[in-house]
């Protein structure tokens, strides 16, 4: 028989995704990692959930403490890019460094079991004339996950299984239904877990970050109004900024080390291109020649062409068809070629417009 380690969160896509491969006869262990204390879909309330659902498929379920690796990779990352002035992007980092290849690592040393399969939205097939597996799109494009998963490495996409991605979202709930789930009506998920578990980004990263007033100022410098800390803004924010224009401003910049917000009008805030670092080619090699593709430059964003160039040290420069809108340092840039996910990185701070 089969055997396959699920990693279980305490929501319906992940209980759904144990129980179809129990059903379709695989050998199912379920594991649920610690990440952090108090409320949220990944913590108390969840691993409750998590460990419910095991009870009531009559499966194995292993509590995997890794809350020292999410302090570390999550939670730290997060505070120090804040305060440097970018926007992280916590998700991916998680999939990678917290969730996906430690979970193999145990489901190997401590199980035995090759294995590992989650909730997630997205499909995986195997691509015999480049020896590559490739990373898809989901069917329910509007539920698909890849983007968050650009990160992982062929040997772990090698041993994962995505039983979701072939089917809609309200199939999932169908099924939960069916099998009798009692996590069946549970409630989305908000996006990010530290939000849910916080109540919002803002109280999080005043546990970590003390905010110090400063400048709110336009290109040429100019003082336009004050800011309660740099690390409560994003490219692209036009609410919450406070300040009486005769037209609406964004935040077009963030300059952490001179403690300065930068605005400009809707305008200022288009870009025609960006640098990528820490670039991960998933589905096909690096290559050596610029490659057309449609990138997607944030989770809720349409992917649009450009031109991925290659550069040194795993970077790529990223020239869009047309100018994008508040392309966020920190953030993912994803590239595909239709559903097949090519590649990813993080983008690259931009040079600080003139603010002397």
Not at 43 to 53: H, I, N, P, R, T
Not at 96 to 105: E, Q, Y
Not at 182 to 195: F, I, M, N, R
Not at 329 to 338: I, R, S
Request: aromatic residues 8%.
């Amino acid at each position: 028989m089969n055997k396959v380690v699920v990693g279980l969160s305490g929501g319906v896509d992940s209980s759904v995704a144990a129980a179809v491969l129990h059903n379709q006869g695989y050998e199912v262990v379920g594991m649920t990692l610690w990440l952090m204390k108090g409320k949220g879909q990944c913590c108390s309330e969840g691993m409750v959930d998590a460990a419910k659902l095991c009870e009531f498929l009559g499966i194995p379920h292993h509590i995997v403490d890794s809350r020292d690796r999410f302090q570390e990779n999550i939670v730290d990352y997060l505070v120090s890019g804040y305060s440097e002035g970018i926007t992280p992007l916590p998700c991916s980092q998680c999939n990678k460094a917290v969730k996906f290849s430690p979970m193999l690592t145990y489901a190997r040393e401590q199980l035995g079991i090759d294995t590992i399969a989650t909730g997630h939205y997205a499909r995986i097939s195997y691509n015999e004339q480049t020896g590559r597996h490739r990373l898809l799109r989901a069917i329910d494009r509007s539920k698909d996950q890849s983007y968050f998963l650009y990160d992982l490495a062929q040997e772990v996409l090698a041993q994962v299984m995505f039983p979701l991605g072939d089917q809609p979202k309200t199939e999932t709930r169908r099924i939960a239904a069916e099998f009798g789930l009692h996590t069946a009506d549970k409630p989305e998920s908000q996006d990010l877990c530290l939000v849910e578990t916080n109540g919002s980004m803002k109280a999080f990263l005043d546990k970590y970050i003390t905010p110090q007033t400063g400048d709110i100022v336009d290109k040429d410098g100019r003082v336009l109004g004050q800011h309660e800390g740099v690390h409560h803004y994003t490219i692209g924010q036009r609410k919450g900024l406070g300040i009486a224009h005769s037209e609406p401003l964004y935040v077009i910049g963030l300059d952490a080390g001179r403690n300065r917000v930068i605005v400009g009008d809707r305008a200022q805030a288009w870009e025609t291109e960006c640098s990528v670092q820490r670039v991960n080619w998933v589905s096909i090699a690096g290559p050596a020649a610029p490659i057309h593709a449609d990138v997607q430059i944030r989770y809720r964003s349409v992917a649009v062409p450009a031109m991925v160039i290659p550069l040194e040290n795993d970077r790529v420069r990223i020239v869009f068809d047309d100018p994008q809108f508040s392309i966020t340092p920190g953030q993912a840039a994803v590239w595909y070629d239709g559903e097949v996910l090519l590649g990813g990185g993080l983008i690259e701070r931009q040079k600080p417009g003139k603010t002397a």
